[in-house]
């Protein structure tokens, strides 16, 4: 069945201006998912004034009635998680439970951001003055620009509007063009809600929209998830025009294999984080590096599991990772496996094309030469996990830290103390301690360090950081 989608624009649904636009199913691309319009500069332009207009009486509501839209939205997207992880699946290309628990996922999300109205709001301070006291108070910044990515189509989202909404701010949000349907499921959800008209504003687009996002003076703060090329470019434009800008981008994650992890645990965890999504997980393990006395019986279990994984449809129910999710992104994979092995990488399992219709490539584990191939810098994001070997822990942590990304990374060690060297030594905004680099809590805060975030870090009270500014008030006793 193919959805028509729309553009949500001051409260009304518009078909959009611009390019007509087709959302293909990545394991049948002839099956036609949704279709719809871009909207035009024209459109973009009008949804960032609707959302300055409603930013006054969406910042004068109290916190509570807003609290309670999230709410209603949140059990809207609950009921329909089953029908509309489907629709995920179909879009994007997860297998159907991982589709399911990330719509669940967005409700639990929302449903956090819910219960920020009965946390404090700001902070009192003493004072060496007589009878004053000092406010720290939280205001909303006003109309937030999203830009959201393609592998996480409710979640990211859910996490970027969330925040903005319960801490006052009106929405303009871009999501990826490759996944328009669930957008226009959670901006259903939310406007179903009772959000009113102009607080949320949903515009189809390809790069020009970001952009004319990221450049309008009605727009008063940027948050951008995506690749870090993209995401450096609207740092740097967003500089230029002082405005905030918030950007999560690209990973290299590595998982640390120390020789005294339990072994079918870690390998494991490895599969899960390398293949989990099809590998299209900012988070997904790449790289892979292993104490040298365990490596090859860690490399024969990891590749075994990869060998064994069933590919295929997301919606099967045997299926454990589905296709990725374009046709540029099977090519750019396979293209970066063959570069790899032109470089003296060992494919231990997958790397041969897959022949078969849709932008399916296989797990792939390759045996590195060593840190000098391009695939130890460059993020593939697709399910390929390259390993190499270290003859001492911090050699091994030394060489996990060896790359321009900062995003996740997981240590596999029974060692409380190589545990807290890891701590010390890996620059990431996440570790897993015996658990696979990828997966997040919606409570505490998510980001990358180096180059894969900028600016204050999302979830939890971080968002706070970015979606309110503060007002310290000194607040003396009238004379
Ligand atoms: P992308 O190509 O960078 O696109 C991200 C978003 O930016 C899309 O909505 C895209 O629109 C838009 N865009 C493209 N060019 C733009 C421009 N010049 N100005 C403004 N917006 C622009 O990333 P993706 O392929 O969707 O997602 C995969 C990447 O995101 C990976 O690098 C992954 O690691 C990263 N990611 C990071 C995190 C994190 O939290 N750190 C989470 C998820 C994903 P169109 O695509 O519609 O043209």
């Known amino acids: ?111 956090y951001y819910a219960s920020e109205a009965d946390r404090d709001s700001g902070e009192v301070f003493a004072s060496p003055r007589p009878g004053e006291s000092v406010l720290v108070v939280r205001k909303p910044i006003g109309v937030a620009g999203l830009i959201t ?57 390809e790069a020009e929209a970001g952009s004319a996002i990221v450049d309008h003076p009605g727009v008063d703060a940027v948050s951008f998830t995506g690749s870090t090329a993209v995401g450096r470019a609207v740092i740097a434009r967003c500089g230029e025009l002082g405005k905030p800008v918030q950007t999560e981008m690209g990973g290299k994650n590595a998982s640390v294999v120390l020789a005294d992890a339990d072994l079918d645990h870690a390998a494991e965890q490895v599969c ?44 099967a129910p045997e299926v454990e990772m589905g296709p990725l999710v374009s046709s540029a992104a099977r090519d750019r994979v396979a293209a970066g496996v063959r570069q790899a092995v032109g470089a003296g990488a060992k494919p231990l ?39 190499v070997r270290a003859s001492s822990t911090e050699e091994a942590l030394g060489l996990a830290d060896l790359s321009d990304h900062g995003l996740s990374a997981a240590v596999f060690t029974r060692d409380l103390g190589t545990a807290l060297a890891a701590i010390d030594r890996l620059e990431v905004g996440v570790l897993h301690v015996n658990s696979e680099s990828a997966g997040t809590f919606p409570y505490v805060p998510f980001g990358g360090a180096k180059q894969s975030g900028f600016g204050p870090k999302e979830q939890g009270r971080a968002a706070r950081e970015f979606y309110t500014r503060t007002v310290t008030v000194y607040l003396g006793a009238p004379a």
């Open 272 to 315: 899960l984080g390398a293949f989990r999504s099809t590998g299209q997980k900012c988070t997904a393990t790449s790289r892979l590096v292993v104490a040298t006395q365990v490596a090859d019986e860690l490399l024969e279990r990891v590749a075994d599991r990869a060998a064994r994984l069933v590919v295929g449809d997301p919606l």
């Open 349 to 387: 399992a997958g790397a041969e094309p897959l022949e078969r219709e849709g932008w399916f490539v296989p797990p792939t584990v390759l045996d590195l030469p060593g840190t000098g191939v391009d695939f130890w810098r460059t993020e593939l994001f697709g399910p390929v996990v390259g390993a």
């Open 149 to 205: 990515p393609f592998n996480f189509p409710i979640a990211i989202p859910a996490w970027k509007i969330g925040p903005a909404l319960t801490y006052g701010n009106t929405v303009v949000w871009k999501p990826s063009s490759l996944v328009p349907l669930l957008a226009y499921r959670l901006a259903w959800a939310l406007t179903e809600a009772g959000l009113p008209d102009g607080v949320l504003n949903l515009v189809y687009g």
């Open 1 to 111: 069945m193919t959805m028509d989608v729309l553009n949500l624009i001051g409260g009304r649904w518009v078909e959009g201006e611009g390019e007509e636009f087709a959302d293909t199913n990545p394991a049948r691309p002839s099956e036609v998912v949704a279709r719809g319009r871009f909207a035009s500069a024209r459109e973009v332009a009008r949804a960032i004034t609707a959302a300055r207009d409603a930013a006054p009486g969406w910042a004068a509501t109290p916190h509570h009635a807003r609290a309670e839209i999230l709410l209603r939205a949140a059990a809207l997207v609950d009921a329909a998680a089953e029908e509309w992880g489907a629709e995920l699946a179909r879009e994007e290309g997860k297998t159907l439970p991982e589709a399911v628990a990330e719509v669940r996922g967005s409700a639990r999300i929302l449903r």
